[in-house]
């Protein structure tokens, strides 16, 4: 069994949603601070995402509280979670979650 080290979230959104994802990603800097890590806001595709997006890496132990706020946070931005293991096609295509809708994502990027 292969250990979890951190979390990502990343968060996705477009042209049209672009003020809204930035909303929220000040509401989760104020919310979580210091114990998180806030990821680029890209405007444009990156690896495997369809959309574009930002990233939230984090411990295991904000897991659960932070689930629960994205949950409950969103709105009409979808969220993607994954654990990083060392195996990123894995991680991504097999143990990830989804807040909101999901997506197709594209898994040639880590090489599946």
């Known amino acids: 069994m292969t250990d979890i080290v951190d979390w990502h979230a990343h968060v996705y959104f477009d042209q049209a949603t672009r003020d809204v994802a930035w909303a929220l990603?000040?509401?989760?800097?104020a919310r979580f601070g210091g114990r998180l890590e806030m990821g680029r806001f890209h405007e444009r595709l990156v690896g495997p995402h369809p959309m574009w997006s930002?990233?939230?890496?984090?411990?295991?132990?904000?897991?659960?509280?932070l689930f629960e706020w994205l949950t409950l946070n969103h709105g009409a931005l979808d969220v993607f979670i994954h654990p990083n293991t060392g195996n990123a096609l894995r991680d991504h295509r097999d143990a990830a979650a989804w807040i909101g809708r999901s997506h197709r994502l594209n898994l040639a990027a880590l090489g599946g």
């Open 25 to 29: 990603r000040e509401a989760i800097e």
């Open 54 to 65: 930002y990233q939230l890496k984090f411990g295991r132990e904000l897991f659960a509280e």
